[in-house]
């Protein structure tokens, strides 16, 4: 559609689409699934272009090769140590190069901030404080905050930048949540005494299939806080 309203000629130049070949960054993408190291991604899809059938551990099937059709491109294992993809929540670490390895898009970010705050400023602060924590925009799964910021301009267009969804609670629900590090300050302020921390796990928690964990405690600059949780699974 974009070439005929611009009168030009279309031509892709990605091999795997060339070839009619799924590739894993996308069937990735499809599955909700984040990509640890991406740098591995080529050595997958050159692996595919070469007519090979890369090794994937994925007991619980989160990929979901099947229903994507691309089932006939990869063959099984259930020996993690001679997988060319691993699909679990573990961290890389020292296997061969170029192992792929995929988990679930599960982190939720709890935020809380002041009246007025830029965009520009909350994307800089988090980007920040996720790095330091070895984590990074393209991990999260989703925003969280509480309902009083329902029409924070600058929080909506850090979503809609991001291309995240935003869950609000009110300060009930975030005041029946257990946190580490709660705030009578913020309590006075908003009604409950945690914002970022107990958003985070109430949106981390709303499968409600296992108890969701704190990444991340309330990490705090002018104005602004946020906590990092992964939703429970079962």
Do not use: M, Y
């Not at 909350?122 to 969280?144: H, K, N, P, S, V």
């Amino acid at each position: 559609e974009l070439s005929a309203n611009l009168s030009a000629t279309p031509v892709i130049t990605t091999g795997t689409d060339v070839e009619g070949i799924p590739a894993i960054d996308l069937l990735a993408q499809a599955a909700g699934l984040r990509i640890l190291n991406p740098e591995a991604v080529r050595t997958v899809n050159a692996a595919l272009l070469r007519g090979e059938k890369p090794l994937i551990f994925d007991p619980s099937d989160l990929l979901s090769l099947a229903s994507q059709g691309a089932d006939v491109f990869f063959e099984r294992t259930a020996d993690r140590d001679k997988a060319t993809v691993v699909v679990d929540d573990s961290a890389p670490g020292k296997e061969r190069p170029g192992i792929l390895h995929l988990a679930r898009k599960d982190l939720w970010l709890g935020l809380g901030c002041r009246r007025g705050i830029k965009t520009a400023e909350l994307q800089t602060f988090i980007r920040r404080e996720l790095a330091e924590a070895g984590f990074a925009l393209r991990d999260l799964a989703g925003l969280a905050s509480i309902d009083l910021k329902e029409d924070e301009a600058g929080l909506l267009e850090l979503a809609d930048e991001l291309c995240l969804p935003l869950r609000f609670f009110g300060a009930v629900e975030l005041e029946a949540v257990p946190v580490p590090t709660p705030s009578a300050q913020v309590k006075r302020v908003t009604g409950t005494s945690s914002v970022c921390e107990a958003a985070a796990l109430l949106a981390a928690g709303e499968a409600k299939k296992a108890r969701p964990a704190l990444l991340l405690s309330k990490r705090k600059a002018p104005g602004l806080t946020l906590a990092l949780a992964r939703s429970g699974h079962a």
